[in-house]
Nanobody, 125 residues
Framework: QVQLVESGGGLVQAGGSLRLSCAAS????????MGWFRQAPGKEREFVAA???????YYADSVKDRFTISRDNAKNTAPLQMNNATPEDTADYYC???????????????????WGQGTQVTVSS
């Protein structure tokens, strides 16, 4: 069992930066794939970024070269660094953990086993 808690959301101006944190409790954190998803009002939840147990990273085209996902297995955290934010990045952001997903599954929410409660990000123009 893994429990996830997100933090770091808030209001940022377009072009600014924000760092979201995902803190995980439970054993075997280093063996899980970690992902970030987001959901804007009236839209479906969408993939943002993921990092596998081996450090391989995956990004949605819309955030590539602006966002960076990482993991610290000693601290059980998986932060998401958001740079050059745009109003289109406004959404609730969710951290998720998956047990042994394939690389092809990393982008799909249905393969993730545990979810946090989310943190809200608002980017003003």
């Amino acid at each position: 069992q893994v429990q996830l808690v997100e933090s770091g959301g808030g209001l940022v101006q377009a072009g600014g930066s924000l760092r979201l944190s995902c803190a995980a409790s439970g054993r075997m954190f280093s063996s899980y794939a970690m992902g970030w998803f987001r959901q804007a009002p009236g839209k479906e939840r969408e993939f943002v970024a993921a990092i596998n147990w081996n450090g391989n990273t995956y990004y949605a085209d819309s955030v590539k070269d602006r966002f960076t996902i990482s993991r610290d297995n000693a601290k059980n955290t998986a932060p998401l660094q958001m740079n050059n934010a745009t109003p289109e990045d406004t959404a609730d952001y969710y951290c998720a953990a998956a047990e042994s997903p394939s690389d092809a599954a990393m982008r799909f929410a249905r393969y993730y086993d545990y979810w946090g409660q989310g943190t809200q990000v608002t980017v003003s123009s």
